[in-house]
């Protein structure tokens, strides 16, 4: 059958071969207008750019940066909107879980998991969508203001892990950039969207307005050891959540392309 088939696609290639010579052929046959670009004119030569931008940041080899590339502007409100995001978030609480399991608590309170707040636990993904979605430079008075309004909503697979880790005997620290003064509504919003049951919920204080995030989250986590807590995991959307000693067992680095902090 084999034999059968390769001859009547030899024919085929000699019939196509005597009616018209092959640069005719290529002629024959109509040129796309926009060959780079997609039905919503968005050039398929950017989403590539996007998505390895997207990865590049991922990996912190973009290191410092303050805003989006302009023309990434649809493709990150696609992805942080979409499925992508959603899938990759699911993929790491998996991964994290799998950790977890293999963890031995002692069951003296004292095996902790550090998670961060904003893009780990809470989404504020509605605050971005009127606000370029990281295309325009941070603006540190309209987002406390939605701070204050503490209705970001849990990000789905964050909240899954959170209770599953909690269900293994793990203790759970919150540790944010967010300032004291936010207290109250970062607890309202946390409860809110489904969190409790933390033991502690660390917060900038006075002494540490100014300081880079990994060094003030590396110092609290020096204290969390001071204290004889072992930090066995580590969810944050920030390099900066992670790195910096004392570091966790290990490190969870979840999804974030619309904004860095150092």
């Not at 926009?34 to 050039?43: F, I, K, T, V």
């Not at 900038?204 to 995991?233: C, M, N, W």
Request: charged share 25%.
């Amino acid at each position: 059958m084999g034999l059968f088939r390769s001859l009547l696609l030899l024919l085929a290639l000699s019939a196509v071969a005597s009616a018209a010579p092959f640069h005719s052929l290529l002629r024959a046959v109509p040129e796309d207008p926009a060959p780079d670009r997609s039905a919503d004119g968005e050039g398929v030569a950017d989403r590539f750019f996007c998505d390895s931008w997207r990865l590049s940041v991922e990996t912190n080899d973009a290191g410092y940066w303050r805003t989006i590339p302009q023309k990434c502007l649809k493709f990150v409100e696609d992805y942080v909107n979409g499925d992508h995001y959603a899938s990759d978030f699911d993929v790491i609480a998996s991964e994290s879980l799998s950790f977890a399991e293999t963890v031995r608590i002692a069951g003296d309170g004292k095996d902790v998991w550090i998670f961060d707040i904003d893009e780990t636990l809470l989404s504020n993904v509605p605050y971005y969508a009127i606000n370029g979605y990281g295309s325009e430079v941070f603006n540190e008075t309209s987002f406390d203001e939605w701070v204050d309004f503490a209705r970001a909503p849990a990000l789905p697979a964050s909240l899954r892990l959170y209770e599953e880790l909690i269900g293994l005997g793990f203790q759970m620290v919150l540790l944010t950039g967010r300032s004291e003064n936010q207290r109250n509504s970062t607890e309202k919003n946390l409860l809110y969207a489904g969190y409790h049951s933390w033991i502690t919920l660390i917060l900038r204080q006075t002494s540490d307005l100014g300081k880079p995030a990994l060094v003030y989250k590396s110092e609290r986590r020096a204290d969390l050891e001071a204290q004889g807590f072992r930090i066995h995991g580590s969810s944050g959307d920030q390099w900066s959540d992670l790195l910096g000693l004392p570091i966790a067992k290990r490190s969870f680095k979840l999804p974030n392309p619309m904004y860095y902090i150092d």
